[in-house]
């Protein structure tokens, strides 16, 4: 499989503070991969850094491009779209421009892409002229992450897609997460809280202890390893 | 009835000059927060351009369309290399760079046109003594209508832009969400650069309106108005365009009728008065305005 994002020494953090001293991690074309970590290890702080909404150092190199020095929206352009902690849902905005505006990179007609993410997420169609600040939380995730696809990213970066939502929910989130890796290829790199589920769907997983990668591994190597087991996934 | 009429058409007039300042306060201030305290000083030296271009013989129409588009262009500067660099550093440097603005492009104008008493600026519109329509025995002049008529087709305008092109609805996005903005690929700051020029073009035709209103131009012909227009913006709420419009033709409408109808309390010297007291008011009883979204989130 080859390396669609590569990063080698990212340190980052916010003004004096550093968070993240140095850590390299890679993802593989249509892989997904989830990052384990106790509150505060610095898994929000990573995907910012990568997507490059903080400032960062290191090297970040997506898809043969060197981005370190990008801006985030040369960055969306690139093929990487984020999903942040928060969902970052335009509140004023309705379902419908929240998703056109997520297309804004692209050049070409996007009505297409609508049609079909309304499919995918048929619950979106019904509040289609809803202000999107009225969703539940579960259908803000679902539009937070329908808005990162409309940019057709190649890698998906989600940051606690789970967080506040109902078991059923996260179930038919991560189904979704899944099927569009096997379908359509794309890359995903997922934090998450809620690690059992997560590490269903996943390829490969980091742990991230302050700031740096402790361990590394296929996702199942890492689910057999008893110690991290019981700290991460609690069982 | 006929009292009533005559100061709602000269309110309305009014109300819509005021209702050009606060769309340009509202514009930028829906993008990044910032209170423009330049706004009216911005207009005033655009119409002093206007000015200089109609009286070396472009006509009138043609110069408030030249100043608006160079007003449109230096404010995107103003906003790239004056407002953005400090943005980041705090809320107060850019009250204090607008404030800067301000005592700047005042005495900018005296000093580029080399004027120090008011100079004669021609009417946009029919402005004869007999150009008006009579309306239930109250007389509706030719120019208050067309003022309001400008009104109309700038928002009108500025609807279409918001709301049915792809960069209006970049801007609404930067307007309710800064940080996710960059996150679907939005440039803010050229999204916030054109917030200024937008503001300050608005600005520049309303200054032309005001200039076409009183005859003439002179460097301290927006200080009121300029007031008044942070009243209408704090009615209307300030975040809404729609409130601009309404909350400015509202407190120029309310102004006359105050002022005529008790002139031994107010007169015309104390109506200025009134704006102050619509902000209290309305800070005390509805701090986000008429019209004003009060954020409700869910988690």
């Keep these: 499989m080859s390396v669609f994002l590569e990063v080698v020494g990212l340190h980052a953090g916010y003004g004096p503070v550093e968070v993240l001293h140095g850590l390299d991690l890679t993802v593989g074309e249509a892989e997904v991969v989830v990052v384990l970590g106790a509150n505060g290890a610095g898994k929000t702080t990573l995907m910012r850094a990568v997507s490059g909404t903080i400032g960062r150092r290191g090297s970040v190199v997506l898809a043969g491009h060197d981005i370190t020095r990008a801006s985030p929206d040369r960055i969306v352009r690139a093929g990487l779209a984020q999903v942040p902690q928060g969902r970052g849902t335009f509140v004023d905005l309705t379902v419908d421009e929240n998703l056109r505006i997520g297309g804004y990179t692209r050049p070409d007609d996007i009505s297409g892409d609508l049609d079909r993410w309304y499919d995918v997420f048929p ?56 099927r569009l890796n096997e379908e359509e290829g794309l890359a995903v790199l997922l934090v998450e809280q809620n690690a059992n589920l997560a590490m269903d769907i996943a390829d490969r997983a980091y742990l991230l202890e302050t700031g740096r990668i402790v361990t590394s591994g296929d996702a199942e190597t890492i689910r057999s390893d008893d110690a991290i087991r019981q700290a991460y996934l609690g069982y | 009835m006929e009292r009533f009429l005559q100061y709602l058409f000269d309110g309305l007039s009014q109300g819509s000059v005021y209702a050009f300042l606060a769309l340009g306060l509202v514009i930028i201030y829906r993008g990044s927060g910032h209170l423009n305290f330049a ?31 160079v007003a449109f262009v230096l404010a995107m500067g103003v906003e790239r290399y004056i ?51 009579r309306i239930g025995g109250a007389e509706w002049r030719l120019e208050n209508i067309g003022v309001l008529a400008v009104l109309a087709v700038t928002s009108f305008l500025l609807y279409l832009l918001f709301q049915r092109t792809r960069f209006g609805l970049a801007m609404r996005a930067v307007a309710t969400n800064r940080e996710s903005a960059p996150l679907v690929g939005i440039r803010a700051g050229q999204v916030l650069a054109v917030s200024w020029g937008l503001a300050a073009a608005v600005g520049a035709v309303g200054g032309a309106l005001v200039g076409s209103l009183r005859g003439n131009v002179d460097s301290s012909m927006m200080f009121t108005i300029f007031f008044a227009a942070t009243a209408a913006a704090t009615l209307g709420g300030y975040d809404s365009l729609l409130g601009a419009v309404f909350g400015g033709l509202v407190l120029g409408v309310f102004e006359n009728m105050v002022a005529g109808y008790l002139p031994d309390l107010v007169g015309q010297e104390l109506k200025g008065v009134v704006s102050l007291l619509v902000i209290l008011g309305v800070l005390l009883v509805k701090p986000s305005g008429l019209f004003g979204s009060q954020r409700v989130e869910r988690v």
Excluded: Y
Excluded at chain 2, 47 to 65: I, K, N, S
């Design chain 2, 83 to 133: 407002i953005r660099p400090i943005a980041h550093r705090s809320p107060f440097a850019v009250v204090v760079a607008a404030i800067g603005l301000f005592l700047g492009l005042n005495a900018l104008a005296p000093f580029i046109w080399k004027v120090t008493i008011p100079e004669a600026f021609g009417s946009l519109f029919p402005d004869a003594a007999d150009d008006f329509v």
């Design chain 2, 39 to 69: 706004q009216g000083e911005m207009a005033m030296i655009s119409t002093f351009l206007a000015w200089w271009l109609a009286d070396g013989g472009v006509g009138l129409w043609p110069a408030v369309a030249i100043s608006a588009t």
């Design chain 1, 123 to 178: 619950r979106l169609t019904d509040r289609r002229a809803q202000k999107a600040g009225s969703l539940s939380g579960g259908e803000q995730q679902m539009l937070a992450i329908a808005r990162a696809l409309m940019s057709r990213p190649k890698l998906l970066l989600c940051d606690e897609p789970s967080l506040g939502l109902a078991p059923l929910i996260v179930k038919e989130l991560f189904g979704i997460l899944h």
